[in-house]
């Protein structure tokens, strides 16, 4: 079974601008979890999604919106980017999304650079 | 707010040895907790898992122990070998007003010598 996978690997935008990251999680997998990656923050809880709804949310700014399809690829949205969402974002999914109680299967992530 | 931390950022042990990664988290409600393990270019990757009714939980050369009283978690790995080198992260998921979160851990790095 494949595994999650991010495109595009690797980004480079300027500030201001806005970026569509997308996720396509293992087959069967109905949640798709969103997640930031920096230094200085460590992992941070973006959203879920599950039956594309959103049913979780971090502390994020609205600038970080997300969807979920009904073949349960998801997108996430970053718009008016600032230097400091220079991360690494990483997509997870699980099979059921119950509850929190599944392991959670990583994405390779997408590296994301505002300059 | 509610976090997930750790005691040491790095830790660096001798190949064949065992190595303790330790974690504390902040929220007595939480009742699910993930050890998970990242090598560099890659996303996270399930070591191993515990409930809170349990205390302890062993995997193939790796035991998880959960002391609620003091809200603690480690990680235990024996034997260390080279492959193990990585950062692990803790997380835990608890309950929230938007429904379960999980938290991740700020990170140990482990550097294993040979």
């Known amino acids: 079974k494949a595994g999650v996978t991010q495109t595009p690997r690797y980004l480079i935008k300027t500030r201001g601008q806005q970026v569509t990251l997308s996720c396509s999680p293992i087959?069967?997998?109905?949640?798709v979890s969103w997640y930031q990656q920096t230094p200085g923050q460590g992992l941070q809880f973006l959203f879920e999604y599950f039956s594309e709804t959103q049913r979780n949310k971090g502390n994020f700014p609205g600038r970080f919106s997300g969807r979920q399809f009904s073949n349960s690829r998801s997108e996430m949205n970053v718009s008016t980017l600032e230097l400091g969402d220079s991360a690494l974002y990483l997509c997870?999914?699980?099979?059921?999304?119950?509850?929190?109680?599944?392991?959670?299967?990583f994405g390779p992530g997408t590296r994301l650079t505002v300059t | 707010g509610e976090s997930v931390g750790l005691h040491l950022p790095t830790l660096s042990v001798q190949e064949g040895d065992n190595s303790i990664i330790n974690c504390a988290y902040s929220n007595s409600a939480s009742d699910y907790f993930i050890w998970y393990k990242q090598e560099s270019g890659k996303g996270p990757q399930f070591i191993i898992d515990?409930?809170?009714?349990?205390d302890k939980r062993q995997g193939q050369r790796v035991t998880v122990l959960l002391n609620k009283t003091v809200k603690h978690l480690s990680l235990q790995i024996a034997a260390t070998q080279p492959g193990d080198s990585a950062v692990y992260f803790c997380?835990?998921?608890?309950?929230?007003?938007?429904?379960?979160?999980?938290?991740f851990g700020a990170g140990t790095r482990l550097f294993v010598k040979a």
């Open positions: 515990i409930r809170s009714n349990m």
């Open positions: 087959s069967g997998h109905r949640s």
């Open positions: 997380a835990e998921n608890s309950l929230n007003t938007g429904g379960f979160k999980t938290i």
């Open positions: 997870a999914s699980s099979p059921l999304g119950t509850g929190g109680k599944e392991e959670q299967y």
